[in-house]
T-cell receptor
Framework: NAGVTQTPKFQVLKTGQSMTLQCAQD?????MYWYRQDPGMGLRLIYY???????DKGEVPNGYNVSRLNKREFSLRLESAAPSQTSVYFC???????????FGNGTRLTVT | DAKTTQPPSMDCAEGRAANLPCNHS???????VYWYRQIHSQGPQYIIH???NNETNEMASLIITEDRKSSTLILPHATLRDTAVYYC??????????FGKGITLSVRP
């Protein structure tokens, strides 16, 4: 049982480049989330999808777009990467709002 | 989401109980108290949650005060592998599941 799988694990981008972070879960969860974690900042919610076909902004959505491709997959896109987006990105999922979150192991992104 | 307050850090000796406090004075009646931990740079891991009653599982115990304004996570016999950042959250049906900075627990040999 893989749980939540994130790809890639590491990525280096130049300013202005675009990329998509992939996330997939195999637990038949309804809700999925994208967080970023910067040193000393805890985790900040970027976007979430409460159910297939819906997405909503979190605390720090600027500079990002998301797609809930199907129930399993939730991708995060950086259209024009900036150094301020250097961070560790975590995807998570849960059955519903009250349920425990399951996290992936993160994507470490550096923008130069 | 309920606003939670945790001290930035604490330590304890290996084999002793670690009692991690959390204040959540603004928690609403339908919000659960959740605890997660993050070891090194891995993804956070769910530990335990509760609404009103104290809870225990194989990882920890959760003690919630009667007024629900604070809680304590207890690791009964801390090991070096319990060194991590521990997050306390108030989670309800419409929560956006935000995380604060947590408390860094250092278990010393």
């Amino acid at each position: 049982n893989a749980g939540v799988t994130q790809t890639p694990k590491f990525q280096v981008l130049k300013t202005g480049q675009s990329m998509t972070l992939q996330c997939a879960q195999d637990m038949n969860h309804n809700s999925m989330y994208w967080y970023r974690q910067d040193p000393g900042m805890g985790l900040r919610l970027i976007y979430y999808s409460a159910s297939e076909g819906t997405t909503d902004k979190g605390e720090v959505p600027n500079g990002y777009n998301v797609s809930r491709l199907n129930k399993r997959e939730f991708s995060l896109r950086l259209e024009s990467a900036a150094p301020s987006q250097t961070s560790v990105y975590f995807c998570a999922s849960n059955l519903s709002g009250y349920s425990p979150l399951h996290f992936g192991n993160g994507t470490r992104l550096t923008v130069t | 989401d309920a606003k939670t307050t945790q001290p930035p850090s604490m330590d304890c000796a290996e084999g002793r109980a670690a009692n991690l406090p959390c204040n959540h004075s603004t928690i609403s009646g339908n919000e659960y108290v959740y605890w997660y931990r993050q070891i090194h740079s891995q993804g956070p891991q769910y530990i335990i949650h509760g609404l009103k009653n104290n809870e225990t599982n194989e990882m920890a115990s959760l003690i919630i005060t009667e007024d629900r304004k604070s809680s304590t996570l207890i690791l009964p016999h801390a090991t070096l592998r319990d060194t991590a950042v521990y997050y306390c959250n108030g989670i309800g049906a419409n929560s956006k599941l935000t995380f604060g900075k947590g408390i860094t627990l250092s278990v010393r040999p």
